[in-house]
């Protein structure tokens, strides 16, 4: 099954040959003489906000969309389908209340804003821990659930699956900022493009074998009459799946803080509207945001298809491991029944979805490192050429480590959800670090600090101490103990901040005033259309 025709191969050629070709046209379009270090990290000013929009779906989706979802799609349905359309709610006020505050502020970096707001200290702290998970986390578990997905439908082995991803993003990481933000558009093109196609293709199979034709329409309905508890958005305590999405906190809980520092705190996705001006960077994000309502269509139907045909008696060895069942077979199973040639579109699409979002975690990788580490205590003097040529050896250097990393991620069972989980403990403290230093003049630097240090612990505590106390502890889903641990920080950096006043000099303040926040009458239009389309959603599938 896991193989691939001459048609496949001549498609995947074509987008392999039309992202290099256009990104060198691109990197040669518009080449500064200048070779300007914020042109190479940011492509200043000369990002549209298509390119915006697209860069930042292109980042944020990968092999765990369409593997991951779909087995989450496969197991409890269109409930999973929240991680996207709360992320759309989010994205919306990211660009009214949280970009203007990095724009106005000239930040072009996280840790940047940390040295501005607080001190060096807790830059220093941050920019490194986020080098760290960067590499050893996001770009070996991309790298790693990528070269799965590939091997699992293709001829070509994990090994050169891992090879052949490092290289390929490499080749358009080097080209900077404005050769990623362009090639993101055509990435998403392909992705979006080849994930209806196999989405299209599930419901005609599901279709013709209930005796229906082709017809996606019947598809449709038959997916409704078939599972329908696969088509519940709110799970309550009772349900199997509630410690994965407990109820309304997929709603104003944890998933609202985890989104919040995901899309608004975030190194590699807030970097796409950092260098473009706030009308540019509010209509990218909007667009973004739009993209993102129509995720679970290509990346969650498909796995609920296979849960059906699954239930049917069908594929029952390609969804089994050892006899398991494995949900995230879904995907891979489905990919190797398409037709020469479509074959080819899904798996230029899935591949289009890794690269991408390599190349955007490597290059804020180079940023991170050129700007806030190397810059700052290597070589205060460095040129502007100097700064681009050591973000090109960061990339290098980056994904190579990643790449030699990533085969270790074997040894774990589930390797995303753990990573997750994981990766989620950081995420309440950088969330109340960053809000209470827009918002709230009287945060200090100790107070911020605090936030810093306790947030893995606190973590750690409310998800052991069930295990450790017996049971006598509550044992709290993931996105509640993430709730739970942003209040208590926030609580301790208020009470700090008040106990131990200080006093922020004029240079370190964040410039702040109500003006910023004012939005034009097509964001509000487009906001609301979104607002509209969510609150439709959610009351047909609660």
Not at 6 to 12: P, S
Not at 130 to 156: E, H
Not at 274 to 289: C, P, S, Y
Not at 399 to 417: F, G, H, N, R, W
């Amino acid at each position: 099954m896991n193989h691939l025709d001459i048609a496949d191969y001549v498609v995947f050629f074509i987008y392999f040959i039309a992202i290099a070709g256009y990104g060198y046209y691109i990197y040669h379009k518009k080449k500064t003489t200048s070779n300007s270090a914020k042109d190479f990290f940011l492509a200043e000013g000369s990002l549209t906000w298509w390119a915006i929009g697209a860069s930042l779906i292109a980042s944020n989706i990968s092999a765990e969309h369409f593997i991951g979802m779909s087995g989450s799609g496969f197991a409890l349905g269109l409930a999973i389908a929240s991680y996207e359309w709360m992320a759309a709610a989010t994205l919306i006020i990211v660009a009214i209340f949280i970009i203007p505050v990095y724009l106005k502020n000239k930040i072009f970096t996280m840790p940047q804003f940390l040295s501005k707001r607080y001190n060096d200290q807790v830059s220093t702290i941050m920019a490194v821990f986020w080098l760290l998970v960067y590499v050893f986390v996001n770009l070996t578990s991309i790298i790693y659930l990528g070269a799965l997905a590939i091997s699992s439908i293709s001829p070509i082995s994990f090994e050169w699956s891992i090879v052949g991803l490092t290289i390929f993003s490499m080749v358009v990481t080097l080209g900077g900022m404005k050769v990623i933000g362009y090639t993101d558009v055509i990435q998403v093109l392909v992705l979006i493009f080849g994930g209806l196609i196999t989405t299209y293709l599930a419901l005609s199979l599901l279709s013709r074998e209930y005796g229906f034709g082709e017809d996606i329409f019947k598809g449709l309905s038959i997916l409704r009459k078939e599972a329908p508890d696969h088509f519940h958005m709110i799970f309550d305590s009772s349900d199997k799946y509630y410690k994965e999405l407990p109820g309304l906190s997929v709603l104003i809980g944890g998933m609202l803080i985890n989104n919040l520092a995901y899309w608004g705190c975030n190194q590699y996705i807030v970097q796409r509207a950092l260098g473009a001006d706030l009308n540019t960077a509010r209509k990218g994000i909007l667009f973004a945001a739009f993209l993102k309502l129509l995720v679970p269509v290509i990346a969650v139907l498909p796995g609920i298809v296979m849960y059906v045909l699954h239930n049917k008696g069908l594929f029952i060895t390609e969804m089994s491991d050892g006899g398991v069942l494995k949900p995230d077979h879904a995907y891979p199973t489905l990919m190797n029944l398409l037709p020469a040639g479509l074959k080819g579109v899904a798996f230029a699409a899935l591949t289009a979805a890794i690269v991408a979002s390599l190349a955007g975690k490597a290059n804020s990788i180079s940023t991170i490192f050129s700007l806030d580490i190397y810059k700052k205590y290597f070589n205060k003097t460095a040129s502007d050429k100097k700064m681009v040529n050591v973000g090109r050896w960061a990339v290098v250097i980056s994904m190579l480590v990643a790449a030699i990393v990533t085969p270790s991620l074997k040894s774990l069972d589930q390797a995303y959800q753990f990573i997750q989980e994981y990766v989620g403990f950081i995420s309440p403290g950088v969330l109340a670090i960053f809000l209470l230093g827009f918002y709230w003049k009287r945060t200090t630097t100790a107070a911020a600090m605090t936030g810093a240090l306790i947030t893995i612990p606190l973590s750690t505590v409310l998800k052991f101490l069930p295990v450790w106390t017996n049971g006598a502890f509550p044992d709290y889903p993931f996105l509640d103990r993430m709730a739970i641990d942003f209040v208590v920080i926030v609580i301790l950096m208020i009470v700090i901040s008040l106990s131990r006043p200080q006093k922020i000099a004029n240079e370190n303040a964040i410039e702040v005033d109500t003006s910023m926040f004012k939005i034009s009458t097509s964001f509000a239009i487009g906001s609301i259309l979104i607002m509209g389309i969510l609150t439709a959603l959610y009351t047909v599938f609660w």
